[in-house]
């Protein structure tokens, strides 16, 4: 437990992940999640503007590119939902279309209110929008936009940019049921799913060679200084990426390089690291199709349409909750 006092809401929780994520007597953990705060969330828009990382821009290829289309196989009006908006930017060009056709609710959800605000200011001027952000976990959020639906108006809810990917697959399966749990049939899910591609070319977009990924790693343990009043010398870790074969994963890692003691006085933590030991921060899992496609199955979707980019493989995929 985590002394409640003087700690906000947020503080608690964050504290008590970290508190629990170090405590572990194997692999020390940090969720992902936390890597979005103002700078973290910065940072990964330059990794998105970064040659190796071809991620961001294969998927705004697709959604550029068939706009029109993934429209047209939708329901009209229908409100828009989308878990984890970033900056907007990739979606942008999706609003518009929808929005010509019908004016449409679209409600950003993203526990960074940084991200929140990029988002805002991104598509905010776009015709017959109404923007609705809410500063929610995933599911909470999508909760709350379920609960207030209009009779029969169908949803669209946008899982963009291989976010699904940070789960492990038995996590994901869990998290698109309870999704699919939240919705009716007919409501739509747009997912995006990173592709297999070469090892090297995924170890490259997860270890650039002007190291923005790393600050982007190497943020957490800032933050974990800045909001839990933590002692990390950030000169002391060293960001890893790694590929493991058989999850088919990358993983991000931060590796102590020496012995050394942090103490983490709001988690009311004091860690100790041996030389070389890591704390895993994130993994990005990389898909088949097949996968996709058993993925939909499994949590009460049919896959609608599937669109690849080719230059850097990665799929939209448009399921339909059956
Ligand atoms: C935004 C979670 C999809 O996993 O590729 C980028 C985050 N991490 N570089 C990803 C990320 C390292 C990104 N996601």
Known sequence: MIASRELTIFEQSFAA???????????KELPSKYLYDTVGSRLFDVITALPEYGLTRAEERILRG????????????????????????????????????????????????????????EVGDIQAISILGLERDYLDGLAEVAAARRHGKPLLVLFLGST???????????????????????????????????????????????????????????????ELDGHFDLAEFDHVARFDPTARRVEMHLRSNRRQRIAIEKADLSVTFEEGETIWTESSHKYSLADVLRMAQSSGFRCEAQWVDHEWPFAENLWIAE
């Open 17 to 27: 992940d970290v508190q629990v994520g170090l405590s572990r007597s194997g692999q």
């Open 66 to 121: 068939h706009a029109a289309e993934i429209v047209a196989r939708l329901q009209a009006p229908l409100t828009v939902a989308e878990l984890g908006s970033g900056s907007g930017q990739k979606t942008r060009g999706l609003l518009e279309a929808l929005c010509v056709r019908h004016p449409t609710a679209y409600y950003p959800i993203e526990i960074s209110p940084a991200a929140l605000a990029m988002c805002r200011r």
């Open 164 to 226: 699904i990917g940070n789960f492990d697959p038995p996590a994901a399966a869990n998290f698109l049921q309870e999704l699919r749990s939240l919705l009716q049939p007919g409501d739509a899910l747009l997912l995006g799913t990173d592709l297999e591609k070469p090892v090297p070319v995924v170890l490259a977009a997860y270890d650039d060679p002007i190291g923005v990924t790393a600050a982007f790693n190497l943020n957490l343990l800032g933050r974990i200084n800045r």
